[in-house]
Nanobody, 126 residues
Framework: QVQLVESGGGLVQAGGSLRLSCVASGRTIFSSSAMGWFRQAPGKEREFVAAIIGSGGVTYYADSVKGRFTISRDNAKNTVYLQMNSMKPEYTAVYYC??????????????????WGQGTQVTVSS
């Protein structure tokens, strides 16, 4: 079983920055697994934000965050990061870290991810 624990959420003003972290533990083949970040705003469905393959050589971003967010990973620490810059109030949501466990499913869809963290709240004030 894989445990994912997010941290780094909080309150930030519009235009500010936050960096989220997600540490994986347990029976994880972390360095071989793509990792993703998703978010869910109140009253909305969970949506894809960013993903990174096991080696870190390829990344994916939702159009809404391209140029503002950067996903990265440190396989030695079993940790994935999400650097969020130039934040907007519409980015307010609970952000979830997830490990991709179904290799043949799309990386930018939640269906490919079988392990999820509990989420961390990010609030962007205007």
């Amino acid at each position: 079983q894989v445990q994912l624990v997010e941290s780094g959420g909080g309150l930030v003003q519009a235009g500010g920055s936050l960096r989220l972290s997600c540490v994986a533990s347990g029976r994880t083949i972390f360095s071989s697994s793509a990792m993703g970040w998703f978010r869910q705003a109140p009253g909305k469905e969970r949506e894809f934000v960013a993903a990174i393959i096991g080696s870190g050589g390829v990344t994916y971003y939702a159009d809404s965050v391209k140029g503002r967010f950067t996903i990265s990973r440190d396989n030695a620490k079993n940790t994935v990061y999400l650097q969020m810059n130039s934040m907007k109030p519409e980015y307010t949501a609970v952000y979830y870290c997830a490990q991709k466990t179904f290799p043949l499913r799309p990386t930018m869809g939640s269906g490919g991810y079988g392990s999820w963290g509990q989420g961390t709240q990010v609030t962007v004030s205007s």
